[in-house]
């Protein structure tokens, strides 16, 4: 069974310029997530999608931030534009359904290194 | 508010020793919890996780925890530590209602030989 795949694995980009980030979960998993790894600390949520629908995009910080989930398949974030402390691994997440008893499974990351 | 907190940021064990790593949680609700481990440069795998029943789960690679609802934790212990078992470690917690899970910062295990 093929993992999350995540593109690109690494990005180097200005401060104000624009990046995006694309996810492909797992076939038939409903729920999708993304998350923001600062080094030194634990992964934290931006986003989370059901099938299409966005669940919870509190932390999302919007005015620089969006997310999508055309269909209930893939999902692309992007950043505009990008300040030095996005800096961080992007990681994308996925899991059948988001209820109980549900492992989320996660792909290796988009490293972002904003300079 | 709900919080992971992992006390020990980095920790350095001998190969064959036993180890025992640090996780304490505040959660309003009844909590599901997790532990995740992290090689560089790649993604998050799941060691083990616990929902109800019995407090002490079994894992892969050889990990188990146990929760101790009395004192909000979910200690992951391992009897006898491999060079392989070097990476991060992520305690986070969860609820049934599935809302996505927080994490704790980490504690980065070294094996030293």
């Known amino acids: 069974e093929a993992g999350v795949a995540q593109s690109p694995r690494y990005k180097i980009i200005e401060k104000r310029q624009s990046v995006a980030f694309w996810c492909n979960p797992i076939s038939g998993h409903a729920t999708l997530y993304w998350y923001q790894q600062i080094l030194g600390q634990g992964p934290k949520l931006l986003i989370q999608?059901?099938?299409?629908?966005?669940?919870?995009d509190s932390q999302l910080p919007k005015d620089r931030f969006s997310a999508e989930r055309l269909k209930g398949v893939d999902s692309t974030l992007k950043i505009q534009p990008a300040k030095l402390e996005d800096s961080a691994v992007y990681l994308c997440?996925?899991?059948?359904?988001?209820?109980?008893?549900?492992?989320?499974?996660f792909g290796e990351g988009s490293w972002l290194t904003v300079v | 508010a709900q919080s992971v907190t992992q006390p020990d940021i980095h920790i350095t064990v001998s190969e064959g020793a036993s180890l025992e790593l640090r996780c304490n949680y505040s959660y309003g609700a009844t909590p599901y919890l997790f532990w995740y481990v992290q090689s560089p440069g790649q993604g998050l795998q799941l060691l083990l996780k616990?929902?109800?029943?019995?407090?002490l789960v079994q894992g892969i690679k050889g990990f188990e925890a146990e929760f101790k609802r009395s004192q909000s934790s979910f200690n992951l212990r391992k009897p006898s530590v491999h060079w392989s078992d070097a990476a991060e470690y992520f305690c986070?917690?969860?609820?049934?209602?599935?809302?996505?899970?927080?994490f704790g910062k980490g504690t980065t295990l070294s094996v030293s030989s």
């Open positions: 999608f059901q099938n299409n629908g966005v669940v919870d």
């Open positions: 616990y929902f109800s029943g019995d407090t």
């Open positions: 997440a996925s899991s059948p359904q988001a209820t109980s008893g549900n492992t989320i499974y």
């Open positions: 986070a917690v969860g609820n049934q209602a599935g809302t996505a899970l927080i």
